[in-house]
């Protein structure tokens, strides 16, 4: 069942056309991801479903009643309401019964209240259970800290936030409000790695639909069901994740070129026999070719996007050590260091990858390596004829009031037509070049930076988070060129596609130290894997011998218990039967007076209660012997 469907949408600024003729279905359930180069209206696409943008032709029509939740690449959240104040407006419903109910309860010791107050309040209790009253507040801090929120940034106001901050605050608080429909928009670009987990494994079990742009493969492949992909203005569907959908892309496209080539060549062949014959004998077959020709529905030519032609070349090689540490501690503060890490050793054509969660330090690490912050203890060293080509995550290297042209000039003083037709290899074409750095995009400027390092053809490569702003052709164009590059690379990245082509070995942040694992990403995974579980064993063994210690902690206290519940029972008996003997003999002595004084009454009643006491006597003295004998 359809809860969403669009019949030709179109959309135009002014005479540029960003898309036409798309016609779409989300159905329940359903998980899509929308793909395609920068610029190509993605967003656009997505405001126009979420209706805050209107088509310029089509129809879109939701279902009655549909939720729908929107996640924009720039998000605006301000104010002093702190990140968990705005996870609370997101049941706002639910407190407000909650605070209902409280009312109800003060109305129920009022004796004329009472009657109805109770009758409202169990009605109301009941709605406010089955709505998730009392585990509402549970899930905010399992949303939360999913989303790589620590307990402390809870209370941070959110005009406090960054913007990376304010898109994961926002993102949390759409999970909490249990849509029926969330279109996101790069939700994965402010996530590290645990985070990312977090979400894939949360959107693959949530039941609503879903519409996402993403750039990250990895994560297009676990929750993706269905790709649109949408390019020169047309959107296309294909089944499967993204891997699926590459492999039938290519094959598509493939067909389509062939079947265009195999077109081009029968009108050809058909024009050229009509020009031969048009005149003649067989002008009659000429003529009927001529029509078929005419009625013929001509293939266009398959189009591909274009993507950055980028060639990575080594000047010189570098000694087969190119990177070593001892001792070394990362940080910027004695009193509170970033991680410690252990020997390092990189060599030449290796390929590290380095990752973490957030703020754990990994830029401040190739920072390190690079010399710009020295190490708070210990030393890392680059080996000989080492050159090192730095992409930094946030275009630091770029000065903004430059232009695209005179960054790579002060790379490489090329002649202007060669530097333009050198660009033009990244997409900047005519006057494009004349851009102000500071006037680009994310995108645009990666494409700056990696122009630039074609052009220092450096040996060691440190790369930081290299692939965040391209697209997705963009982004294999950059993981096939990195793969065959010659020399060394050190890469910090949230990219799981391109760690688990490129990385001969994982270098892992947590808890404060740096761990390398030997092998790329999938046997971290599998090692990852197997220290959980080695972990659960030993947590496992370790909760079985606390419960074993416990029980035999148990029994002894139970023992001890024992022990002395039976001391204390003998020397009650004891006491007892000391007094029951005393009393035998006063009774005997009594006996003997009564006797002599012949007071025949005295002595029945004496000899009754006699034989009493003795009774009594020999069940406390067995009692003794059988609780002194256990």
Not at 560 to 579: D, G, N
Request: net charge neutral.
């Amino acid at each position: 069942m359809s809860i969403l469907t669009a019949n030709g949408l179109a959309k135009s600024y002014g005479v540029q056309d960003v898309f036409r003729n798309v016609s779409i279905q989300i159905a329940r359930g359903d998980k899509i991801g929308l793909v395609g180069p920068n610029g190509e209206g993605k967003t656009t696409l997505l405001r126009i479903l979420a209706g805050l943008e209107e088509p310029s032709a089509g129809t879109v029509h939701r279902a009655r009643g549909l939720r729908v939740g929107y996640l924009p690449q720039i998000v605006e959240l301000d104010g002093e309401r702190t990140v968990y104040d705005e996870m609370l407006t997101a049941f706002a419903e639910l407190r407000a019964q909650e605070d209902e109910l409280r009312r109800l309860e003060e109305a129920m010791g009022d004796p004329a209240r009472r009657e109805e107050a109770m009758r409202r309040y169990d009605d109301l209790l009941t709605r406010f259970e089955l709505a998730g009253g009392y585990t509402y507040e549970a899930r905010i801090r399992q949303v939360l800290a999913g989303l790589g929120f620590s307990a402390e940034e809870w209370e941070q106001p959110l005009g406090q936030l960054s913007g990376g901050q304010k898109t994961r605050a926002l993102l949390a608080r759409l999970i909490l409000q249990d849509h029926d429909l969330l279109l996101l928009d790069e939700p994965t670009n402010h996530l590290d790695l645990s985070a990312l987990e977090w979400l894939e494994n949360h959107l693959i079990q949530w039941p609503g639909s879903l519409v996402v742009v993403a750039h990250d493969r990895r994560f297009l492949d676990k929750v993706a069901g269905r790709i649109w992909d949408l390019d020169f203005g047309r959107l296309e569907e294909y089944p499967g994740n993204y891997s699926r959908y590459a492999a039938l892309r290519a094959e598509r496209m493939a067909r389509r070129q062939a079947e265009y080539e195999a077109q081009q060549e029968y009108i050809a062949k058909t024009e050229a026999f009509i020009q031969r014959y048009k005149s003649g004998q067989r002008s009659k077959e000429a003529r009927g070719r001529q029509k078929r020709l005419e009625r013929m529905e001509r293939l266009e030519r398959p189009r591909q996007a274009r993507t950055i032609n980028l060639r990575l070349q080594a000047d010189g090689r570098s000694g087969d050590l190119v990177l070593t540490s001892e001792g070394v501690t990362i940080g910027y503060d004695p009193q509170q260091p970033l991680f410690t890490c252990p020997k390092l050793i990189l060599l030449r054509g290796q390929r590290a990858a380095l990752i973490g969660p957030n703020g754990a330090g990994k830029t401040t690490f190739l920072k390190t390596v690079l010399g710009h912050i020295p190490p708070l203890a210990g030393e890392i060293r680059l080996g000989a004829s080492v050159k090192i080509g730095y992409m930094a995550q946030t275009h630091e290297s770029l000065d903004p009031a430059n232009t695209v042209l005179d960054e790579i000039l002060e790379v490489k003083n090329l002649p202007l037509e060669k530097a333009r037709t050198f660009l033009g290899r990244f997409l900047f074409l005519g006057d494009d070049v004349f851009k102000r750095v500071g006037d680009l995009s994310g995108g645009e400027r990666s494409r700056v930076v990696l122009a630039k390092l074609t052009l220092q053809e450096p040996n060691f490569l440190l790369l930081d988070e290299p692939t965040t702003h391209l697209d997705l052709p963009s982004q294999e164009v950059l993981q096939e060129v990195l793969v065959n590059f010659p020399g060394t690379i050190l890469l910090v990245s949230h990219d799981r596609y391109l760690i688990d082509a490129l990385a001969t070995q994982v270098w892992v942040l947590e808890k404060g130290r740096l761990r390398v694992y030997p092998g790329g990403y999938a046997e971290y995974l599998l090692q990852r894997e197997a220290e959980s579980q080695q972990a659960a064993e030993k947590a496992a063994q370790e909760r079985a011998r606390t419960q074993a210690q416990k029980r035999q902690e148990d029994q002894e206290k139970a023992r001890q218990r024992e022990a002395q519940r039976r001391a204390r029972r003998i020397a009650q008996l004891e006491e007892e039967i000391a007094a029951l003997e005393n009393r035998l003999q006063e009774l005997s002595r009594e006996l003997t007076l009564a006797s002599h004084a012949q007071a025949l009454d005295r002595v029945r009643a004496l000899g009754v209660e006699y034989e009493q006491v003795e009774t009594e006597l020999n069940r406390r003295m067995a009692e003794w012997a059988e609780v002194h004998a256990a």
